[in-house]
Nanobody, 128 residues
Framework: DVQLQASGGGLVQAGGSLRLSCAFS????????IGWFRQAPGKEREWVSY????????YYARSVKGRSTISRDNAKRTVYLQMNVLEPEDTAVYYC?????????????????????WGQGTLVTVSS
């Protein structure tokens, strides 16, 4: 059974950085692409970033592009989301999710219904 565990959230001042981690347990990590989503209080869930299974292809939402880097360590079965120059608008619960589907565009990567497994979130709070 696939399980995902997001961690690394916390309280940070605006302009600061955080690195979120998504630990994968179960079979065939290499078969899954990983996406990050977030949900702020009172708002809908928003896609943040995506990394493909093996070729390292990445996509970012406009709201975080240029400030964030997604990466994966297949040996450690972990995906990371490095977030820099954080803004109060980045405050949200961040979730990672896994999909066996191949996303060939940011639009496809952003669709929550493409993801088969979801982890519990980690809270990021950015103070002004």
């Amino acid at each position: 059974d696939v399980q995902l565990q997001a961690s690394g959230g916390g309280l940070v001042q605006a302009g600061g950085s955080l690195r979120l981690s998504c630990a994968f347990s179960g079979f065939a990590f290499d078969d899954y692409a990983i996406g990050w989503f977030r949900q702020a209080p009172g708002k809908e869930r928003e896609w943040v970033s995506y990394i493909s299974r093996t070729d390292g292809r990445t996509y970012y939402a406009r709201s975080v592009k240029g400030r964030s880097t997604i990466s994966r360590d297949n040996a450690k079965r972990t995906v990371y989301l490095q977030m820099n120059v954080l803004e109060p608008e980045d405050t949200a619960v961040y979730y990672c999710a896994a999909t066996t589907a191949v996303a060939t565009s940011p639009w496809l990567a952003s669709r929550p219904d493409e993801y088969e497994h979801w982890g519990q979130g980690t809270l990021v709070t950015v103070s002004s």
